[in-house]
């Protein structure tokens, strides 16, 4: 009885064995290619880590940091006068580099915690910081922003 394995692993090694092999140059140029390709991908990280961070320095705030937003909470259907200030914890997530790098504004995103005692789940929203205390939101995939003010956590603003 022989395993599966085994039989693989000798198929494997007879069609290595008839593949075309590459001269050192080769298989050295290649490596060389290779270690070219990451050294230049983890530069753009490194750059686009500094943008990043640059961004959020400007409002005081780095990757992680937990902000307030401030909504106004209340029953569906309520008048403004009923309406509750609630300021609503979110942490700072790491930005989607694609929209990052093609938005002029600088798009970052944002995660609520959740809040049973108001019957709210968890969620995600695009952000863009528009001063030290005004940003845009809207909730992950729509494209509808509105203004909110924002405080970083335990401010007394």
């Not at 029953?75 to 979110?90: Q, R, T």
């Not at 504004?105 to 959740?114: L, N």
């Not at 030290?132 to 007394?156: C, M, N, Q, S, T």
């Amino acid at each position: 009885y022989s395993w599966p394995c085994i039989k693989v692993a000798s198929a494997m090694s007879a069609a290595s064995s008839s593949a075309p092999r590459r001269s050192e140059g080769e298989t050295a140029e290649l490596q060389s290619d290779a270690k070219r390709r990451r050294t230049e991908d983890l530069q753009q990280r490194r750059q686009s880590d500094e943008r990043v961070s640059k961004e959020l320095d400007t409002w005081g705030l780095k990757l992680g940091s937990v902000l307030e937003v401030c909504w106004f909470c209340g029953e569906e259907g309520s008048k403004n006068d009923d309406l509750k200030e609630v300021w609503w914890p979110a942490r700072v997530l790491e930005p989607d580099a694609r929209r990052f790098e093609a938005q002029e504004d600088k798009m970052f995103q944002i995660e609520f915690q959740a809040r049973p005692e108001l019957d709210e789940e968890a969620s995600t929203y695009d952000v863009g910081f528009i001063s030290r205390h005004r940003l845009v939101l809207a909730a992950k995939d729509e494209h509808d922003f509105e203004a909110a003010f924002w405080r970083l956590r335990g401010d007394a603003w």
